[in-house]
Structures are given as C-alpha cells and as structure tokens.
C-alpha cells in the first residue's frame, strides 16, 4: 500500500467555524507533512512532524493547529480561518524526515467563506 | 537560500514528439532532487527520485538527468501522449527545509 489518504475531499466552512482535515497512511512511514497550495503556485510547506513530534513550523498562524495523535495519523485543526486561507491543502509522508522520496495524498480543497 | 526555477513555464506540443523539462536550482549542496507530476486540482505523484550520488533515474518513458555542480536537472519524456499532459514541478531537497519547490512546468500535449 503506497497511499496517503485524506478526508474530506471537499471543505466549505465559514470564518467562525471548526473544522479538522485528516490524512493517513499505512506504510510505516515516520515522517508527515502539511502543504498549502493556492492556484497555479507550488506547495508551501507548513508542518513537519517526525516519529509523531511537531519538528518544522514554517511560521504558519495560530488558526492552524497540526496534531499527529500516531504514526499514520496526521490531522491539521482549523479555527477563525480567513477567505484568502482558501486553497488546496496537501498531506505527504515519507519514511523518515529529510532526504527521503514524499507520497502526496490526493489533498482537500478548502473554501473559506 | 536554494531558489528552484523551471523553464519553460508552459509547454504545448503535439502527440508523440520527444520533449525535455529543465529545472535548475541555486544551491549545487542538495541531498536529492525529487521530480513531481500535478494533475488539476490533484495532489502530487512522485515520477523520478534522483540522489545527489547519481546521475540519472529512468522510469518507463521519463527519465530524469542531474548535473548537480551546474545545478541542473532535466526531465525527458519520450513519445508524449495527451495523458502526459500535467504540470510537473521539481523540488529539491538541500539541509533545513525538506523540500524546495519550483514553480512547475504546464505541459499540454496535443492529439
């Protein structure tokens, strides 16, 4: 199995909701990372964890919250998020931090409104 | 800081012809050069991992070259075909951030 899975596919929330992304993967990989995407640009990266600890925040706002509850779980909590937060949000693993091939999840297409 | 650029920015050519993507990177100090495939609004499917030890990575009709001490790498495709029609991106990993990123390559193949 090299999938990284994420759920939803599609997210519309308001600027004062909750709301959480999911991504998993099942292929013993330590190392997990969330990507942010806007149109017609590359991925930013967001987070790292590694062996489940946070290692890397690009300096991402507070209305982010990561969490890796286990090794194949990774979530990223959403909270007072802003219209121009709207974006495709990538998950990725590889099998450990740095200088390993990434698997991308197919990602979540958020709207914020 | 590493800098990833990609030319060209969009490509358009007809079915079954030969084409090369160029990526070129700032910082020849990489670890590996990863080369992506991007369909809209998809995620990312890993083509090619190059390491900074080697010289070349083949997969099917891809395969990607690297020159790491110009700072280059190129990505062929051989006989296209209007499924390979994507952006690919290339990134590079080089120390404090994992992956560098360019701004990709849309390519368009024409039946």
């Known amino acids: 199995d090299t999938e990284v899975t994420q759920t939803p596919k599609h997210l519309v929330m308001g600027m004062t909701n909750k709301k959480s992304l999911k991504c998993e993967q099942h292929?013993?990989?330590?190392?997990m990372y969330w990507y942010k995407q806007k149109a017609k640009k590359p991925p930013e990266l967001m987070f790292v964890?590694?062996?489940?600890?946070?290692?890397i925040n690009e300096s991402v706002p507070s209305r982010f919250s990561p969490e890796c509850p286990n090794s194949s779980l990774l979530n990223l909590h959403l909270h007072a998020l802003q219209p121009e937060d709207s974006a495709l949000y990538l998950c990725?693993?590889?099998?450990?931090?740095?200088?390993?091939?990434?698997?991308f999840g197919p990602g979540t297409r958020l709207t914020v409104t | 800081k590493q800098e990833v650029t990609q030319i060209p920015a969009a490509l358009s050519v007809p079915e079954g012809e030969n084409l090369v993507l160029n990526c070129s990177f700032t910082?020849?100090?990489?670890?590996?050069l990863q080369w992506f495939r991007q369909d809209p609004g998809k995620g990312l499917t890993s083509l090619l991992l190059?390491?900074?030890?080697?010289r070349e990575q083949t997969s099917g009709r891809l395969n990607a070259s690297l020159d790491k001490s110009s700072g280059r790498s190129t990505l062929y495709i051989a006989a296209s075909q209007p499924g390979d029609s994507a952006t690919y991106l290339c990134?590079?990993?080089?120390?404090?951030?994992?992956?560098?990123f360019g701004k990709g390559t849309r390519l368009s193949v024409i039946a």
């Open positions: 990725a693993s590889s099998i450990q931090d740095r200088s390993y091939e990434q698997y």
């Open positions: 292929m013993g990989h330590r190392a």
């Open positions: 964890y590694s062996y489940e600890k946070l290692s």
């Open positions: 910082d020849s100090a990489i670890y590996n």
């Open positions: 190059i390491q900074s030890s080697q």
């Open positions: 990134a590079v990993y080089s120390g404090n951030t994992p992956l560098v």
